[in-house]
C-alpha cells in the first residue's frame, strides 16, 4: 500500500488559531471610531492613551530629531521635533487626566469613609 495515494483527513475549525478579523468597514453609528471632525482614528489599539507608550514615542522623535540636527539635515530635524511636540502635548493632556482621576477618586474615598463614621 503506497502512502502517497492514501487520504488524509483533517478535521475542519471554525476558528484557526483564535483570532479575531477586522472587517474594513467602518460603522456609521459607533462614536468611539471617529474622531469630532469625522475622521476616522486609525489608533485602535488604545497606544495613545497608554502614558508610557506616549512617553517613549517622544522620546524617540526627539532622539531622531538630535540625529538629524548632527546629520545636518534641519528639514528632518524639524519634523521630527514637531512629532516630539506632539507626543508632549499628548503626554501632558494624560498626566493631567489620571491627577484628575486620582484626585476624584481620593475624594470619593474621604467622602465614604465620612458617611461610614
Do not use: C, W
Not at 485602535?44 to 526627539?62: I, T
Not at 538630535?66 to 507626543?87: C, E, I, R, T
Amino acid at each position: 500500500m503506497s502512502l502517497n495515494n492514501r487520504r488524509r483527513h483533517f478535521r475542519s475549525r471554525s476558528q484557526k488559531n483564535n483570532f479575531r478579523r477586522r472587517s474594513n468597514t467602518i460603522s456609521t453609528n459607533n462614536a468611539s471610531s471617529l474622531t469630532s471632525n469625522g475622521n476616522v482614528n486609525f489608533n485602535r489599539n488604545g497606544s495613545m492613551n497608554n502614558l508610557h507608550a506616549v512617553e517613549k514615542a517622544m522620546q524617540k522623535f526627539q532622539q531622531l530629531a538630535k540625529d538629524a540636527q548632527s546629520n545636518g539635515d534641519p528639514v528632518l530635524a524639524q519634523n521630527y521635533f514637531q512629532h516630539a511636540d506632539h507626543y508632549l502635548r499628548r503626554l501632558n493632556e494624560l498626566s493631567q487626566k489620571r491627577e484628575v482621576t486620582q484626585d476624584q477618586s481620593q475624594d470619593f474615598n474621604k467622602d465614604r469613609m465620612s458617611t461610614t463614621n
